[in-house]
């Protein structure tokens, strides 16, 4: 009889245990979404391209629905009203920033204007930005760099006539050079001769957004991020002090220099009293955000171009009828506005951050009448608020038409185009972002054709996508230049 007891007893703390393990432990008010595994939770439901699931499961969740991430609770936001509770209604509670473990080097987070809480150092930061850095006077004041350094790549390409071009290289070096000179008034890499000494900075940065695109278990499990377990966050830390390095130099010649008149963000940031940890902090951010997202995503515009020779033949008569046989300048962008269009419905289907920069709740709040705990994880489906059927007819077609009659634009004010985001973490260097992919892309269109590579027809280009911090192009597209003699270069 005590036998038999014992074993049920037994028998009932084994099934409580296994209630415990599988029954779902997610709030109530959450809101819903798929049932999470034991200890793994919906981490089985990412797949490698997490932007275009979750898309699948607010058709079946809902606008807002909650996933678990190993212990981290997620909230999706996949709609644009639900976006605009995240992003404007509730922007102050849900402002703090998840900090990927890769990138908790403590130095960088608290002098960075990504990483950091909206704090005073925050505030500084964001205010030199708006009012010096990407101030319309500034912009305009450096629109001559931009379109010298679009020339050279123009010069470089021509060389390169009737050969195969890995397009998104020679553009990642050429925006490069251009924030080079935005910053530091000198160009940092030779297109000419990309494994010379000056490819150092090119190189670091490369690997540093490798580490960013690539996984860490830590992230969905915080307490090895404690301990660093997979050395992420040991690597991230060298490249940030090689990138240092680099520049280090500039700075310190710079600052050793009286007086110094040069009309570039150094200068800016030395007036504005900044220290070497806030500087190096926001020179990396610019390099890294700068020149990778905007690379991918006219990677992105010169393969739709490729796919669809109705639109270049638009962009091509535009630029003749506003331009003629000049060069393009940025002072034209305004008047082009099927070029403005084409960028904006680029930015549609390819956002650069497909689910922007993960957010964190300050504060436990209500948002569509659920509940956000204190903590959690927020994340917007800018991927898939972009090719949403209820808010934009035929979504998946590439259409510039759609914006030609259409105020919205991307600013973070139409919740229904946010590649930049919205509210107070929205990308502080989109006025100069919009100036240089319009820029490039009307450069190539002006003053090239091309063609893919021998034997390969447009149907078999594929759009297939490579997720990470940003969103690639999976397989890099290959081209064959011819140029188009009828423009004369002008500096």
């Known amino acids: 009889m005590e036998v038999l007891s014992a074993t049920i007893v037994s028998l009932i703390f084994f099934f409580l245990f296994i209630f415990l393990i599988l029954r779902d432990s997610r709030r109530k008010d959450l809101p819903p979404g798929p049932r999470p595994a034991p200890i793994i939770g919906n981490l089985l439901q990412l797949g490698d391209k997490p932007h275009a699931e979750f898309a699948k499961l607010a058709q079946k969740y809902g606008e807002l629905f909650t996933l678990k991430l190993g212990s981290e609770t997620v909230v999706v936001a996949s709609s644009p009203a639900a976006a605009a509770e995240i992003l404007k209604t509730h922007d102050k509670i849900l402002s703090g920033r998840y900090v990927f473990q890769s990138f908790r080097v403590t130095e960088h987070v608290r002098n960075s204007i990504v990483w950091s809480e909206c704090n005073e150092t925050w505030k500084l930061l964001r205010k030199v930005c708006r009012t010096e850095l990407f101030c319309p006077k500034?912009?305009?004041?450096?629109?001559?760099?931009?379109?010298?350094?679009?020339?050279?790549?123009?010069?470089?390409?021509?060389?390169?006539?009737?050969?195969?071009?890995?397009?998104?290289?020679?553009?990642?070096?050429?925006?490069?050079?251009?924030?080079?000179?935005?910053?530091?008034?000198?160009?940092?890499?030779?297109?000419?001769?990309?494994?010379?000494?000056?490819?150092?900075?090119?190189?670091?940065?490369?690997?540093?957004?490798?580490?960013?695109?690539?996984?860490?278990?830590?992230?969905?499990?915080?307490?090895?991020?404690?301990?660093?377990?997979?050395?992420?966050?040991?690597?991230?830390?060298?490249?940030?002090?090689?990138?240092?390095?680099?520049?280090?130099?500039?700075?310190?010649?710079?600052?050793?220099?009286?007086?110094?008149?040069?009309?570039?963000?150094?200068?800016?940031?030395?007036?504005?009293?900044?220290?070497?940890?806030?500087?190096?902090?926001?020179?990396?951010?610019?390099?890294?955000?700068?020149?990778?997202?905007?690379?991918?995503?006219?990677?992105?515009?010169?393969?739709?171009?490729?796919?669809?020779?109705?639109?270049?033949?638009?962009?091509?008569?535009?630029?003749?009828?506003?331009?003629?046989?000049?060069?393009?300048?940025?002072?034209?962008?305004?008047?082009?506005?099927?070029?403005?269009?084409?960028?904006?419905?680029?930015?549609?289907?390819?956002?650069?951050?497909?689910?922007?920069?993960?957010?964190?709740?300050?504060?436990?709040?209500?948002?569509?009448?659920?509940?956000?705990?204190?903590?959690?994880?927020?994340?917007?489906?800018?991927?898939?608020?972009?090719?949403?059927?209820?808010?934009?007819?035929?979504?998946?077609?590439?259409?510039?038409?759609?914006?030609?009659?259409?105020?919205?634009?991307?600013?973070g004010n139409d919740f229904e185009l946010i590649p930049f985001g919205g509210g107070r973490r929205i990308c502080p260097g989109v006025p100069l972002a919009s100036q240089f992919l319009s820029l490039i892309v009307a450069t190539l269109v002006q003053n090239f054709d091309w063609s893919l590579p021998q034997g390969m027809n447009i149907h078999e280009l594929t759009m297939d996508e490579k997720f990470g911090l940003t969103l690639q192009k999976d397989l890099p597209l290959l081209i064959v230049l011819k140029a188009r003699n009828s423009i004369q270069l002008q500096d």
């Open 138 to 411: 500034m912009i305009e004041s450096q629109a001559y760099i931009r379109e010298a350094k679009a020339l050279d790549m123009v010069r470089f390409l021509r060389k390169k006539e009737d050969e195969v071009v890995k397009i998104v290289e020679v553009v990642f070096g050429t925006l490069v050079n251009i924030f080079g000179n935005l910053i530091f008034s000198k160009d940092v890499f030779d297109l000419e001769d990309p494994t010379g000494g000056s490819t150092e900075l090119k190189e670091h940065l490369w690997k540093l957004l490798d580490l960013g695109n690539s996984t860490n278990p830590a992230d969905y499990f915080p307490i090895m991020g404690k301990y660093d377990l997979f050395g992420h966050r040991r690597e991230v830390a060298k490249v940030l002090e090689q990138i240092y390095d680099v520049w280090g130099v500039m700075l310190k010649e710079r600052r050793g220099t009286k007086g110094n008149k040069a009309n570039d963000f150094v200068n800016v940031l030395l007036n504005a009293g900044l220290d070497d940890q806030k500087i190096n902090a926001l020179l990396m951010e610019m390099f890294g955000a700068g020149t990778e997202t905007s690379a991918s995503t006219i990677e992105w515009a010169i393969t739709e171009l490729t796919k669809n020779p109705r639109v270049i033949s638009k962009l091509r008569s535009e630029l003749i009828n506003v331009v003629g046989d000049k060069t393009v300048k940025e002072s034209n962008i305004p008047h082009l506005q099927y070029l403005q269009a084409f960028v904006k419905e680029t930015l549609r289907l390819h956002p650069a951050t497909p689910l922007l920069l993960p957010r964190r709740a300050l504060e436990t709040c209500k948002v569509m009448n659920y509940t956000i705990p204190k903590e959690c994880q927020i994340m917007v489906n800018a991927w898939a608020i972009g090719r949403d059927p209820k808010t934009w007819d035929d979504p998946l077609t590439f259409k510039p038409e759609r914006f030609m009659h259409s105020s919205v634009d991307y600013k």
